[in-house]
C-alpha cells in the first residue's frame, strides 16, 4: 500500500503516504506516514549530516579507482569487473545494497561510486540526502518497489503494533 499512496511535497521536502492498520475492532484504518532526509538519517542510523558532500570532485574519483586496481578506460563504462577482487566484491556488496535499478549490476552509477569513494577514503559522505533524493525521484517516475528494508524501518518507527 505505501507505494500506491506515495506522494513528495518538493515545498517540504517530506514523503508522504498511507498504510493499512487494523484498530481494535479488526477494521482497516488508513494511516499517514511521513518522513524526511533527517527521519531517514535517524532511523537507519546513518550518522552522517546534512553539512557532508554528497558529490565527489572527479579527480579525486579516478584517482582512487586506479589504487583500487582499475584496469578499464577512464572515459569508458565502469564495470566492476574491471576492479581488483577485493573492490570488485566490495563494489558488487554496494551495488546490491543501495543501488535504484532493477538491472544492469555490472556497471556502476556514478552516485554509487561516489559512495563507494567515501567508503574507501573513510570520509563523511552525505548518504541520507543521496538515498532521499532516490525515493523521490522513484516517486516521480514509474515508482516500483526501492529500499523495502528502509521504507518497512520507517513505517515501524511511525507504526506501533504492525503484524
Known sequence: MFWKSVRCDDKEKMI??????????????????????GDLRRVLELGDSDDDPTIVPERLCKGLWFKMGFTGHVKGKYLKSMFSRPYKFLVHCVLHALSYRKGAYDEPSDYIMNIITYLVLNRPYNISQVLFDHMVDNIRGEKYIMYPRFIHMMIDDQVTNIP
Do not use: G
Open 16 to 37: 508522504y503516504s498511507a498504510i493499512q492498520k487494523k484498530d481494535e475492532n479488526y477494521q482497516d484504518v488508513d494511516i499517514e506516514v511521513k518522513f524526511d532526509v
